[in-house]
């Protein structure tokens, strides 16, 4: 059974870092593109990140652009968003996210259809 666990999240100050992982279980990761997506309080989801399942390439949200960095361990079934120079607008749950193999690293929520349970990320001083 195809399965994402997020981990990570917390209480950080603006202008500080976090690395949330996101650890695949009952598949492999090597044909898959994962995505990170995000939901504040009363805002609907919205894409952050993705990684292309093939050359590792990446997608950024224009909000998170030089602050974050998606990467992927294929050896350990696991995809990495390092967040720096966190602010307070970046405070929502944090999803991982994959679809159909092969599928292409986008950022619409609804190309994905296999999501993790979530991590909240705090940032407040």
Not at 22 to 47: H, M, N, V
């Amino acid at each position: 059974q195809l399965q994402l666990v997020e981990s990570g999240g917390g209480l950080v100050q603006p202008g500080g870092s976090l690395r949330l992982s996101c650890a695949a279980s009952g598949f492999t990761l090597d044909y898959y593109a994962i995505g990170w997506f995000r939901q504040a309080p009363g805002k609907e989801r919205e894409g952050v990140s993705c990684v292309r399942y093939s050359d590792s390439s990446t997608n950024y949200a224009d909000s998170v652009q030089g602050r974050f960095t998606i990467s992927r361990d294929n050896a350990k079934n696991t995809v990495y968003l390092q967040m720096n120079s966190l602010k307070s607008g970046d405070k929502a749950i944090y999803y991982c996210a994959t679809g159909l193999p092969f599928s292409p690293c986008v950022l619409s929520p609804d190309r994905y259809d296999s999501w993790g349970q979530g991590t909240q990320v705090t940032v407040s001083s």
